[in-house]
């Protein structure tokens, strides 16, 4: 899916608000709950391999990470989820760094188009789908780590 002129001037516009807003005290404002759209091969590789470098699949959740919050948007307008600030800047030293976090229905759309693309965390993502299926279906977390042992033969 590609992006027009607008479409990017837009989120860059978005970053430069929320860069300018007061950092404490303020409400965030949650994006409308939407599962990953149909990702062009290129952009679940992509988006997989900046999961397997700076992403995170643990426990119930899945995060991105980086200073750079323009990357984050962009992927945000592709697979949904929340930005949010991660850590702070001590002594000016280090920059400012932001997560998106991604719920389970946006995981349970993105994750299969992404794993035939993922080196590191591929496992992960694999278990965690499994999880999702689980769950959607009814069961409890507890049944899902009962039926995960057995499979694994631990």
């Not at 002129?5 to 965030?28: D, F, Q, W, Y």
């Not at 999961?51 to 919050?69: F, K």
């Not at 279906?137 to 057995?150: A, H, I, N, Q, Y």
Request: hydrophobic letters at 35%.
């Amino acid at each position: 899916m590609e992006l027009t002129i607008n479409e990017v001037e837009e989120i860059l516009r978005k970053v430069e608000e929320r860069k300018n807003r007061p950092k404490n005290g303020v409400k965030r404002k949650k994006t409308p709950m939407r599962p990953a759209k149909f990702l062009s091969d290129c952009m679940a590789g992509y988006i997989a391999g900046f999961i397997d470098a700076d992403g995170c699949i643990s426990g119930s959740a899945i995060y991105i990470c980086n200073t750079d919050l323009r990357a984050l948007m962009l992927y945000q307008h592709f697979i949904g989820g929340n930005i949010a600030t991660q850590g702070g800047i001590s002594n000016g030293k280090r920059k400012q760094g932001y997560q998106l976090c991604l719920r389970n229905i946006e995981q349970k759309a993105l994750l299969p188009q992404i794993i035939p693309y993922m080196v590191i965390k591929q496992e992960k993502a694999i278990n965690r789908l499994k999880e999702l299926e689980i769950r959607i279906d009814g069961r409890s977390k507890s049944k899902v780590k009962r039926l995960t042992k057995k499979k694994s033969g631990v």
